[in-house]
């Protein structure tokens, strides 16, 4: 299949593009590289030997989109591009409106105006909100927390809208739960701007000698060692995750939902501890009060996806920690450096 990837050059669209390459699907990108590197599409290449079509811009030009579809004969696509920081989301909720919604919105009346049906959209576990018990059900309660999460919310309702409208469209939506790790060659990976945000780039971070220390979010969740507790997925993983559901799903028509997880929870002591024993390297953290609007546990139940799509989580967290510790210690400043 010939698969156009919004957002390509991202943390999950790159690991995504290889795993689709790999399967043996032709791959077109586009991104405005507003959170990524160009240098990590021309690894991709490197990896794969082979080249991809990259159109530069964003998802809520019409014109650029419909250019695409008019160049490429295209048969699905995997819609990453947008916005994610949560913090970020609470002070500027248009933006992240604007980012998130109305370019999903613009992607879909173009796909719909050229043909093109199947949609797979980057979800994530946070439509959850704070759930009464876990594992975590695709039927469970949803309620986001944040302009981020309501935003998630907010395209999951227009793709099962359009699902309604339109007989012939194929929207499969996958909801992540904490992706992390990185390609085995250590040549992509996770490389945000700034301070991290999220756990495992602080880890790395802190490994790397780049910050002195963890600040630990919580000691007094009611969970196993009072941390929170997160369901990890190596992006490996995650990617094929997309490939498999474009595959099994390919012809269908209506709305689906999947948790892409592993089941597992980790607490935020065991991934300290996991990635000081791989990287044999100190991780000095402090305990500090909670994150505001974090959950104390959060873990997906994968069998859904496992059951109708034939997919499941193959990598363990030794995998996850060791194929991160590779990318951040090869390539301490991110792209940047190439
Ligand atoms: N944490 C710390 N210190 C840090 C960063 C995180 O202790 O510096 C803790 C958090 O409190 C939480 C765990 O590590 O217990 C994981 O936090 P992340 O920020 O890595 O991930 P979240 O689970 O908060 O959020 C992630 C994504 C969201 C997504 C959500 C879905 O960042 O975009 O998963 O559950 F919505």
């Not at 879909?108 to 576990?125: P, R, Y």
């Not at 992540?176 to 880890?203: R, T």
Request: proline share 5%; net charge negative.
């Amino acid at each position: 299949m010939h698969i156009l990837v919004t957002g390509g050059a991202g943390y999950i669209g790159s690991h995504t593009c290889i795993a689709l390459i790999d399967a043996g699907h032709t791959v077109v990108v586009v991104d405005d590289f507003s959170n990524s590197h160009p240098e990590s599409l021309r690894r991709v290449e490197a990896i794969c030997n082979t080249t991809i079509a990259l159109y530069r811009g964003d998802v809520s030009d019409a014109a650029l989109l419909q250019q695409i579809f008019t160049e490429h004969k295209i048969d699905g696509v995997i819609h990453f591009a947008g916005s994610k920081a949560v913090g970020e989301s609470v002070e500027k909720p248009m933006l992240y409106y604007r980012n998130n919604v109305t370019a999903s919105q613009t992607l879909i009346e173009t796909m719909q105006s050229a043909g093109v049906h199947t949609l797979v959209f980057s979800s994530s576990a946070t439509v959850y909100g704070d759930p009464h018990t876990v594992p975590i059900l695709e039927d469970f309660p949803v309620g986001a927390t944040n302009p981020y999460g309501r935003s998630k919310l907010m395209v999951e309702q227009i793709i099962q809208d359009q699902a309604v409208a339109n007989g012939q469209f194929n929207g499969i939506i996958l909801r992540y739960f904490n992706p992390v790790g990185a390609h085995p060659s250590g040549k992509i990976g996770e490389d945000p701007n700034g301070i991290p945000n999220n756990l495992m780039p602080f880890i790395a971070q802190v490994a790397v000698g780049k910050r002195p220390q963890l600040a630990i979010f919580g000691g007094d969740y009611p969970t196993k060692d009072g941390t929170g507790v997160r369901d990890y997925i190596h992006v490996c993983d995650l990617a094929e995750g997309h490939v498999k559901a474009l595959e099994a799903l390919h012809g269908q028509t209506g709305s689906h939902i999947f948790n892409l997880g592993t089941g597992n929870g980790v607490s935020v002591l065991e991934m300290v501890q996991a990635y000081a024993k791989v990287s044999q390297r100190p991780i000095p953290y402090q305990v500090v009060a909670r994150r505001p609007g974090d959950v104390a546990q959060c873990y997906a139940d994968p069998g859904y996806a496992s059951v109708t799509l034939g997919w499941q989580a193959t990598r363990n967290l030794n995998d996850m920690v060791a194929s991160s510790w590779h990318w951040q210690s090869s390539n301490p400043h991110g792209y940047r450096e190439a």
